[in-house]
């Protein structure tokens, strides 16, 4: 959901002042900017000043790192001098190290930078439990997990079953550093419960949960209608129209659960801290129908092009994709295959339903077996490629869900500083630990995101999640506002920033700073605009420079809102020192 934003920037003065017109609407519906609102520059604005200054940022790097011996057991007491760590293919050195063992730190971190102030969330659902007294959580090792249920992709008894199991894992392995998110999916992700320390709350979304329709036994009906095609056909081209319009509608509903992890992962980027999901569905296909294709050829051996249509649904990019993004932003997925263990025989009990007798018993195993690795290997991949594990063919759920728990409590975390700073660029990490028949697990690579896509994926984890850090003292002031037209608001918005807290720097005869100002709106019905940002040169006399400092910055906006609960986040990065503040809003709009 979009908005529409038009920005008029005037001139700084000895007491700087920007002001700019931001039309803003948190809605589906687009409003036309009106023309005299379009972006111009008067003319009283100074022109431009190109400012020559190298602003160096530290930007570390961290990689979670899970170390098991042969056995598979976890190994633990490894330090520093214990890794070796690349970045596409060479390598780096260590900078931090932090090592968790059964949920307690036993290696502070070695810090290259001093800590940048917590971010702090509205989240007042925490609760103590004497079970998990540690010492301090660092911002940047806190763990946030998101609970998502695709119930596009399960049936209801075998969900239900996995809740009862998921309730009882966040009751015992989850910490007070800890925050959970509940999310399910049914052709549209619904936030059932915000980030919160509150398992009690997760837990009672938990049982309404289950409630829920799960859209899985639709799905099983319609394939049992296409086999039952697939026997009557007289002729392989008659059979391959009824499995290609299935598997259209197959790829479609795999293709949206797929874009709506992508947006969840994407919205998760400004998150300080570890990230996790816990993905449950019943198995969702790596290619839509691939055991359907299978079948055509065991039935018509004669016309082996199933396979080749099959190629046609495939979804593997879509998945690397979701993946790359995932490691870009920190985030490991952990699949959980909610249908227990398979038998290899509900093929042969869906034909026989059909009157069928065309196909033997091995080809119906072996197309059994097919569509059961279909399903399984789009969870192998979201859960290996990210660092994650993934579970499947197990009823054991509280096991498969105690693994999980082991890698939140027993972990290594490596850091480095790259020689890059915000190139855009994805790069590939790889980490190799000493001593014979250890094996690692870590992600595959991250983006060196852009200052820019720093200060977005800020404002919007501000807006989201109420995520705040303020190191600048940033306050932001929203007035009621005045109608506009018909259903919608002006409403002033004014930004102030403590100059004393900015890097200034002399050139010539003047002090020279740049900002850079973000905005984002989120209504009630979850209409949000994009995120606006404009870059913002601070010019001031050196003879003013003294006065300056005692003195705000002030930036002002009106945003065009429509009448009702919205949020506004605001954020701001002073370009010199390399420093962020995210700040949010909550207004309502008319009465």
């Not at 002042?17 to 609102?37: H, N, Q």
């Not at 969330?121 to 911002?139: L, Y």
């Not at 409403?491 to 100059?499: A, D, M, Q, S």
């Not at 100002?517 to 870059?535: F, N, R």
Request: glycine share 6%; with cysteine.
């Amino acid at each position: 959901m979009k908005a529409i934003v038009t920005i008029v920037n005037r001139a700084a003065t000895p007491r700087p002042a920007s002001r700019i017109l931001l039309v803003a609407v948190a809605s589906a519906t687009l409003l036309p900017a009106p023309a005299a609102l379009r972006a111009q520059e008067p003319s009283e604005t100074p022109a431009p000043t190109e400012v020559f200054v190298d602003a160096v940022e530290v930007n570390i790097v961290n990689v979670e790192v899970y170390v098991t011996d042969k056995d598979g057991r976890r190994v633990t007491g490894l330090t520093k001098e214990d890794f070796e760590l690349f970045e596409d293919d060479r390598p780096v050195g260590i900078t931090n190290f932090y090592a968790v063992e059964d949920g307690q730190p036993t290696r502070r971190p070695e810090e290259v930078t001093p800590p940048a102030a917590e971010p702090r969330s509205r989240d007042e659902g925490a609760v103590s439990d004497p079970r998990f007294a540690t010492a301090p959580v660092p911002e940047d090792q806190r763990l946030h997990l998101i609970v998502y249920f695709d119930n596009l992709f399960l049936r209801p008894f075998n969900r239900n079953k996995v809740i009862r199991q998921v309730r009882q894992f966040l009751h015992d392995h989850v910490t007070p550093h800890d925050r959970v998110m509940l999310v399910t999916f049914e052709r549209t992700m619904h936030v059932r419960h915000p980030f919160t320390k509150d398992m009690r709350a997760i837990g009672s979304e938990l049982y309404e949960l289950e409630t829920l329709s799960g859209f899985a036994v639709q799905a099983e009906s319609a394939r049992r209608d296409i086999l039952q095609r697939i026997d009557r056909s007289r002729t392989a081209f008659e059979a391959i129209d009824h499995v290609d319009y299935h598997a259209k509608s197959v790829y479609n509903d795999m293709s949206m659960s797929i874009a709506a992890l992508k947006d969840l992962v994407g919205s998760l980027a400004g998150l300080p801290g570890r990230k996790a999901i816990l993905y449950v569905c019943d198995g969702i296909p790596m290619t839509a129908a691939q055991d359907l294709f299978f079948l055509l050829e065991q039935k018509y051996p004669d016309n082996p092009f199933g396979q080749l249509q099959a190629a046609r649904y495939n979804g593997k990019r879509l998945y690397r994709e979701l993946t790359a993004r995932a490691n870009a932003n920190r985030v490991t997925f952990y699949t959980l295959e909610a249908v227990g263990l398979r038998s290899h025989s509900s093929l042969s009990a869906e034909y026989e339903g059909t009157g069928g007798t065309q196909l033997s018993e091995g080809s119906r195993a072996e197309t059994d077996f097919v569509r059961s690795s279909n399903l399984q290997e789009s969870l192998q991949v979201m859960a290996l490629d990210t660092g994650g594990l993934a579970a499947f063919n197990t009823s054991n759920f509280a096991g498969a869900l105690a693994n999980m728990a082991s890698d939140f409590q027993s972990y290594y975390s490596l850091g480095y500083a790259p020689a890059h700073s915000g190139d855009g660029r994805y790069h590939d990490i790889r980490v190799r630990v000493k001593g014979k028949g250890l094996k690692v697990r870590h992600r595959g690579g991250y983006r060196d995101k852009t200052s820019e896509a720093r200060v977005a994926d800020g404002t919007l984890a501000a807006l989201l999640f109420g995520i705040e850090s303020n190191p600048l003292a940033v306050t932001v002031d929203l007035a009621p506002g005045r109608p506009r037209d018909e259903g919608h608001y002006l409403v002033p918005l004014v930004v102030r920033i403590p100059l004393g807290n900015l890097a200034l720097l002399p050139q010539d005869e003047r002090y020279l700073g740049r900002l850079r100002v973000s905005i984002a709106v989120i209504d009630a019905d979850d209409g949000m605009s994009p995120v606006e940002q404009t870059p913002i040169p601070i010019i001031i006399p050196a003879a003013e420079i003294e006065r300056a400092r005692s003195q705000y910055y002030i930036y002002e906006a009106e945003l065009v809102m429509r009448r009702g609960y919205q949020k506004v986040a605001v954020g701001v990065r002073d370009e010199f020192a390399g420093e962020n503040s995210f700040v949010r809003k909550p207004i309502r709009i008319g009465s």
